[in-house]
């Protein structure tokens, strides 16, 4: 079992950018299909970002592409989110998800999937 620890988040004005990191521990990320969800009040689940297993492949949620970056360290086993230009609709809670399903191309979230515990990202205008 993955456990996943999340940090970073914060409350920021409209425009401003955090940086999420979440550190994996008990298998190696590179060798994971990683991702970033968010949870906003009353809203379901949704996809963030995804960084696939074992290369530099990526892949953005359409609202985020071009503000939002996912990156991971492996000397560190963690990964990271960058946000920037962030606005109001990105308030959420955000979790980290590692899996070791073979097609990273899949949804991460099922059954199977490790989750942090989540950090909360508020942005105000």
């Known amino acids: 079992q993955v456990q996943l620890v999340e940090s970073g988040g914060g409350s920021v004005q409209v425009g401003g950018s955090l940086r999420l990191s979440c550190a994996a521990s008990?298998?190696?990320?590179?060798?994971?299909?990683m991702g970033w969800f968010r949870q906003a009040p009353g809203k379901a689940r949704e996809g963030v970002a995804k960084?696939?297993?074992?290369?530099?492949?990526?892949s953005l949620r359409d609202s985020v592409e071009g503000r939002f970056t996912i990156s991971r360290d492996t000397a560190k086993n963690a990964v990271y989110l960058q946000m920037n230009n962030l606005n109001p609709e990105d308030t959420a809670m955000y979790y980290c998800?590692?899996?070791?399903?073979?097609?990273?191309?899949?949804?991460?979230?099922?059954?199977?999937?490790?989750w942090g515990q989540g950090t909360l990202v508020t942005v105000s205008s």
């Open positions: 998800a590692a899996s070791k399903m073979a097609d990273c191309s899949q949804s991460l979230n099922v059954p199977g999937t490790s």
């Open positions: 008990g298998y190696p990320v590179n060798n994971l299909c």
């Open positions: 960084l696939y297993a074992g290369s530099s492949g990526t």
